[in-house]
């Protein structure tokens, strides 16, 4: 859960010194924000897909909070049993405010060219648990 936290401590401090008007929050303070509102989080998960001459990212899979124990656990473990290798980008919302992003690199064969695109964004339309390939 540390790299959680830390992909979330911008967000955090931002949010400390515009909403509370503390501009030096302690870790301890970042960290009980955190504990806060990470239930509250969802998080999409993107793969870099090479299209043309540039890149789209092809969505996989939304969770919420509750659901994201194993790829928080253990991300490249996760993304790579259940999506094989290549380049994801996770984005983390609270709503439909963006928190942050963080990228991963699995190696593997890519599983992920197998599976389905996500048909909507859960994030924009209130959506309930969505994933690409059943999860």
Known sequence: MEWVFNTFSEYLEN???KRIGNSNPTVADLWEAFQVLFPATSAQLLVQEPVGNTVRF???AFYHADEMGPLIEAPLVY???NFGGG???INFYHGMQFIATINFKPEGPEIWRELPEMETNPTVEG????????N
């Open 87 to 89: 380049k994801f980008k």
């Open 58 to 60: 092809k969505p996989l």
């Open 127 to 134: 959506a309930g648990t969505t994933t690409g390939n059943g």
């Open 79 to 81: 993304l790579r049993q």
């Open 15 to 17: 949010d400390f010194k």
